[in-house]
């Protein structure tokens, strides 16, 4: 089993547990919003097709050789409309900064992110880095340069 470590950061609330797979078959672990002390009581009020940056009250290590992916759960999506803007969202097994989650609302109605809450979750993956070598041709392949739609509609 590879370990995240997990830092709080000093004004986040210790009450709000550290991510969790909550079921044993689980690939995400979840991921709840440790919000400022000032924001803790109303929450972060999203109107439709607003943006936040959710603090999580957490910095990671990760080791080297993993990334961190941010993915959307999927019942938020469903019941509410919200989405990661930028997913899934990778963090780097070299970042050491917070952990924010940039969460819009797709919905048609205003949205309460609470104190607490699971706003996303989180799947450790392995990364692979890659050599480029320029050249002058590339390989032929049955598709060849055919781009979006270009199999069918199926």
């Known amino acids: 089993m590879t370990t995240i470590r997990v830092l ?3 004004w986040a609330d210790a009450a709000v547990p550290l991510p969790a797979y909550e079921t044993a078959g689980a690939a995400g672990a979840d991921l709840r919003a440790n919000l400022p002390p000032e924001a803790r009581a109303l929450g972060l009020r999203l109107a439709p097709m607003q943006r936040v940056l959710v603090p999580t009250g957490l910095r990671m290590e990760i080791p ?3 990334e961190v992916q941010l993915r959307p759960r999927s019942g938020l999506a469903l019941k509410h409309g919200l989405a990661l803007v930028n997913s899934p969202g990778t963090i780097d097994s070299d970042y ?3 952990l924010g989650v940039i969460v819009i609302n797709l919905g048609a109605e205003d949205f309460v992110i609470g104190h607490g809450e699971r706003i996303a979750q989180m799947v450790v993956a392995p990364v ?3 050599g480029f070598d320029l050249v002058a041709q590339l390989g032929e ?3 060849g340069a055919g781009g979006f739609g270009s199999t069918g509609l199926s």
Do not use: S, W
């Open 128 to 130: 692979l880095q890659a």
């Open 141 to 143: 392949t049955t598709r």
């Open 96 to 98: 050491r900064g917070p």
């Open 64 to 66: 080297p050789g993993y």
């Open 8 to 10: 709080r950061e000093a």
